[in-house]
C-alpha cells in the first residue's frame, strides 16, 4: 500500500511545518483517516537539517535523508525506529489497514528486529493471527529499549522471538519513558529512605503519625461533601 492522499496544511489542528512531508504514525494516520491522536507527530524535511532532526512547536522535523519510502511498510518501520511508542495509535492503523498488508510485510523479512516488534504488536494489540510461519530461532529482541522506557518483567513469545516488556497487556499499556526529571527521583532512592526512617522511629510514634493522617484525610474527604461532622464520628 503506498500513501498517495494529498497532504493538507494541517494535522490534528498542527500545521505542518513548510517544504516537509509527514512521516510515521502521522503519515498513516492522515494517510487512513484514522481518529487518533498522534502526540508527538513527525515530518521529513526536504532539506538538510542541523543535527539530523529539530522541533518546531509540536513537530519533530527529521532531516531529508530519513525519508523512509512511500510504503505502508516503510512509515511503519519509521515508526518503530524513530517515534516514541504510542500504542493506541498503532492499534487503530493495524485495524485500518487490511491484514495482508502486514503479512506482506512479515514473510519476506521475519527475522528482521523492527519486523518481529511490528508483529507481535500487530497480533497482541488486535487479537488477531497472522497467517506466517513462527520466526526461525534468532536471538530474542526487547519489545521496548530497558534504557529508554520503563518496563516490566520480560515474558519471551517463541513465535516471535520478542521478550514482552510492557508494563501492561494489549488491553490496557501504560508507557513511562525514562525522562530526566524521573530519573532524578530514582537517584533519591525515597522508598529506602522511608524503610530507613521507619525502622529508626518507634512502633507506638508510627502508629499515633498513621492515625493523626487517616483522620485529617477524613476530614477532608467530609469537608468535599459539605459535611461537618462531630470528632467521635470522625475518629471512628
Given at each position: 500500500m503506498r500513501l498517495q492522499r494529498p497532504q493538507k496544511g494541517t494535522l490534528q489542528e498542527q500545521i505542518i511545518p513548510q517544504r516537509a512531508r509527514l512521516v510515521?504514525?502521522?503519515?498513516?494516520?492522515?494517510?487512513?483517516?484514522?481518529?487518533?491522536?498522534?502526540?508527538?507527530?513527525?515530518?521529513?524535511?526536504?532539506?538538510?537539517?542541523?543535527?539530523?532532526?529539530?522541533?518546531?512547536?509540536?513537530?519533530?522535523?527529521?532531516?531529508?535523508?530519513?525519508?523512509?519510502?512511500?510504503?505502508?511498510?516503510?512509515?511503519?518501520?519509521?515508526?518503530?525506529?524513530?517515534?516514541?511508542?504510542?500504542?493506541?495509535?498503532?492499534k487503530r492503523i493495524f485495524e485500518a489497514v487490511p491484514r495482508t498488508e502486514v503479512e506482506a510485510l512479515v514473510r519476506p523479512a521475519p527475522t528482521a528486529i523492527h519486523v518481529r516488534r511490528a508483529w507481535y504488536l500487530y497480533e497482541v494489540l488486535t487479537g488477531r493471527t497472522l497467517d506466517?510461519?513462527?520466526?526461525?530461532?534468532?536471538?530474542?529482541?526487547?519489545?521496548?529499549?530497558?534504557?529508554?522506557?520503563?518496563t516490566g518483567k520480560p515474558r519471551l513469545s517463541k513465535r516471535h522471538r520478542v521478550r514482552d516488556n510492557l508494563l501492561g497487556t494489549g488491553r490496557f499499556n501504560p508507557?513511562?519513558?525514562?525522562?530526566?526529571?524521573?530519573?532524578?527521583?530514582?537517584?533519591?532512592?525515597?522508598?529506602g529512605r522511608a524503610r530507613d526512617t521507619v525502622g529508626r522511629t518507634g512502633g507506638q510514634l508510627i502508629a499515633r503519625a498513621a492515625s493523626f493522617m487517616l483522620l485529617a484525610d477524613s476530614r477532608a474527604s467530609f469537608q468535599i461533601e459539605g459535611e461537618r461532622p462531630p470528632r467521635n464520628r470522625l475518629e471512628r
Open positions: 510515521g504514525a502521522a503519515g498513516l494516520v492522515h494517510e487512513l483517516a484514522i481518529a487518533a491522536p498522534v502526540r508527538r507527530p513527525s515530518c521529513v524535511a526536504d532539506q538538510h537539517v542541523s543535527g539530523s532532526r529539530r522541533r518546531e512547536g509540536a513537530w519533530t522535523v527529521f532531516d531529508k535523508r530519513y525519508w523512509p519510502g512511500d510504503e505502508f511498510g516503510d512509515h511503519l518501520a519509521f515508526v518503530l525506529k524513530h517515534e516514541d511508542a504510542d500504542f493506541l495509535a498503532l506466517v510461519e513462527d520466526a526461525p530461532r534468532v536471538a530474542a529482541v526487547d519489545l521496548l529499549d530497558p534504557k529508554v522506557y520503563f508507557v513511562i519513558r525514562r525522562t530526566p526529571a524521573l530519573e532524578q527521583v530514582l537517584a533519591l532512592v525515597l522508598a
